[in-house]
């Protein structure tokens, strides 16, 4: 007797479980294949309510509204087998040398047993009942029994039937996703491989829903020619390393990811390529554009620039050469007033070829920015004097001798 109550309350749990879950109902009996297809949706997740250890454990109870084919496509497993189980009854089948722990044993495998059978048969309930309440009794009635009603008529028959009865979806419509999904590749627009992919296989997905099969090897073959069109090295190496796969290697899928990143690689190459065109394309745009006098003060400036930076070397030559110079110690028998004497010939000497290059390089301004011209921008503030020259600073004591004649008087005035 507590064994009939546990069963009844396995099964009672179960049903109740699955007759809750939500299904959208079909209204009326002019539904159509879009409108049957949405609510097996959620009656597929609805028999995923309740675990089970059955087909595969993974997927609760969702064999029963799926034929062989389809529960092997639904799980991805092409092995997977199942079948409804049998009442396994409530007594052990216990022989007569039996040890206690064989009999243990059998009693328990029993219990469980009992468990997944009861269940199953409480899910199996729960779907029929769930299915009848969200149709319209128009679309079943042909199965119903006048003695027994549904009671015999498992879910899967019912949704077979649902299925069967629908209304054909509009040729006009159905005639668009098959052309979608015969779409060309496009190799010169923005539309990669990828996505190209994606959207075929989204298309493949709807025109299942419609009873219409597509088959991956004729799309392959298809593609494959089209391939062989495509004028780019990279894609007429992906063909070839396609051809050299195997059979077994030869699937949608490998065939999907192996051109799909070939793919990417062209499209690489040929932003690379289009990159360096545009930039050598600039360049001889900006110098057609440039007039003969703007090309000439180009010119110019940049000679200008070197000599300057020339004259900047020979200065700091010159300077560097008039500090290191000293005099030798005189011997016994030396003069130092005439060592000192040459030493100083010598300072004026330099100091003469250097007021020379400054008068003579173009800039009344040398040297200082005070003897006359604009002040130049592009020299660094002096140390001493903090303003903007070129070379030695004038006013830095013992560099007088060297300004320009004109710039000392200038000084003796201020």
Sequence with gaps: MAAAISVATIRNTAYNVIKTQEVRRITNGDYDLEEYNKFAKDVLAASQAVPSTQGGGSHGHAWLIKDEAGYREFTGDATITVAEMTNPGLKATIGATDSHSVIAQKTQELAADNDTYHTQEGVKAGLRDLIISKVPKAAI???????????????????QHLKNEADVVDAIDLNVKLEERNEAIDFEGETTLKTFFQLIDKRIKELKKYNVASSHSELMVRYLLQLQQCDSDIIRNALDGWNTKSATDQTW????????EADKKRRKAIKASAD????????????QEMTPAAMSAMFANAMGTFAEAAE??????IESKFNSFKPTKPGVSGNSDDLEAKLAAYKMEIAGLKRKLAAGDGHPNSGDTSGGGASEERYPLCDHCGRKHKGV???KPGNEHLAPEKWRKAQQKE
């Design 141 to 159: 009635e042909e199965l119903e029994d006048e003695e027994y009603g549904f009671i015999r008529v498992t879910p899967l028959a019912l949704l």
């Design 253 to 260: 899928v490998k065939f999907k990811e192996h051109f799909i």
């Design 276 to 287: 360096g065109k545009a930039n050598r394309k600039d360049f001889a745009n900006n110098a």
């Design 312 to 317: 900047e070397s020979i200065h700091a030559a």
């Design 393 to 395: 600073c004038w006013r």
